[in-house]
């Protein structure tokens, strides 16, 4: 049995703060605990925009504080994400984020991420593996 708040991830490699500075993630549950999907609590930042494309992944993400426009960039289609509402990404969707108000949310991955993506120039994270000989020890 694991037991991990988030004040535990804090400071700590499993708070992922982006590269380009839109948003931030505390991996509560990565690959190295081997359960078949990886679960994380996101923060995007108020005022940003953060266009992603998960081509190697499946994710579901719920809206628990917040507000934000979600744009589908293959059909042009807009959804108002608010507390309690839910997106899945299950055709692995190219889309966008415009959060109005600081949006945090948890998100399920399949395949679990391992901790170490970030987004490409093109949005997506890579398909990463805990047997990558760069492997850092992320699953304490």
């Known amino acids: 049995m694991i037991v991990r ?3 535990d991830i804090e400071g700590t490699d499993r708070h992922v703060k982006a590269r380009s500075g839109t948003w931030e993630s ?3 549950v990565l690959a190295g605990e081997r359960v078949g ?3 994380h609590e996101t923060v995007l930042y108020a005022g940003t925009e ?3 494309w998960y081509a190697n992944h499946i994710e579901a993400v719920l809206c628990t504080e917040g507000e934000a426009e979600l744009t589908n960039e293959e059909t042009g289609e807009k959804h108002w994400i608010t507390p309690g509402t839910m ?3 299950d055709g692995h969707e190219r889309h966008t984020l415009r959060p109005r108000t600081d949006f ?3 998100c399920v991955f399949n395949p ?3 901790g170490r993506e970030d987004h490409d120039e093109n949005g997506t994270y890579p398909l990463l593996t805990e047997e990558d000989p760069d ?3 992320l699953s304490r």
């Open 5 to 7: 708040s988030l004040k």
């Open 135 to 137: 492997r850092a020890e």
């Open 50 to 52: 953060t266009s992603m």
């Open 37 to 39: 999907f990886s679960l």
């Open 104 to 106: 945090r949310c948890v």
């Open 26 to 28: 505390k991996r509560i």
């Open 112 to 114: 679990p991420v391992t």
């Open 87 to 89: 997106y899945l990404l």
